[in-house]
């Protein structure tokens, strides 16, 4: 996260492929372009955008072309720069065939989380995007889940991965947005009524809202060791449902990131309703 005069730019990487789904890129833009640390003062945004692709222009599945701020070797190079790095789904069984990008890159980001943990690091996929986070291997022993049409596809490759790494297998649930990872001290979690642990996970939503784990104090902060005891180093990991719920997500993001204000303000300039999701193993506020 870098800072000008003080207010924090949270710096967010979105990978475009051929064939992806506009919303599932527009979608989140949209919501974080928006978002401001103070509702009142348009130069405090909050976030920076940046876009890697393989080729200059990208054409989505909707024939809307996408122009490119850096090839896939800028990002390697750069990458831990960010903060965030973004994932939309459609058009991914031609690259799940040749494991192309950007199921490398996910996995490198999610490397330099577990080499360096003392930073935050956020990874959000949305609708389909989540199969190039199990073809990583990212989701193993995670809950996640993805557009409903492909929930077998989905389940396949874990299971799959899970074979392969010879690790847990991800739980598969049904939400708008399933987060794992958070920064709270929780305690002694068999003691503390507000975790939702994976067993919960099938439950239906409640209407949760985020964490304010970006904005807790430093006595609130998981410690850097217990981070780096924590799966992928404490890496955050989030999937979505089909297409809108990327949106859901980004909303989750600014508010947890920047402040519940933040998001109420962009869904209101966004005449949006937000849909919450769930939180696995944290608190929900």
Known sequence: ????????IIKVLFTLHPGMDALDFIGPLEVL???????????TKAFSMSFVSNTEHTTSAQGAGFLAHMDFKAAYARLSEFDILIVPGGGVDPILKAKAEPIGLIR??????????????????????????????????????????SYAKFEKICSEISQRDLAERCDVIEERYVVNNLRFDLGDPAENPYVRRKSDARRPSMGRKGSNAWKESNARRESN?????????????????????????AFYLVSIMVSEEAAAEVARRMQYDWKKGVVIDGIDI
């Open 33 to 43: 372009s928006h978002a401001k640390h103070n509702i009142n003062d348009d130069s």
């Open 225 to 249: 060791a217990r981070r780096a005891a924590l799966r992928l180093g404490g890496l955050r990991v989030i999937t979505t449902g089909g297409i809108t719920c990327g949106m859901d997500a």
């Open 1 to 8: 996260m870098a800072a000008t005069d003080s207010i924090p």
């Open 108 to 149: 490198a980001f999610s490397d330099l989380q577990k080499k360096d943990p003392k930073k935050e690091r956020t990874l959000l996929s949305i609708c389909t995007g989540s199969l190039f986070l199990a073809q990583a291997g990212i989701l193993s022993g995670l809950s996640a889940t993805t557009h409903p049409d």
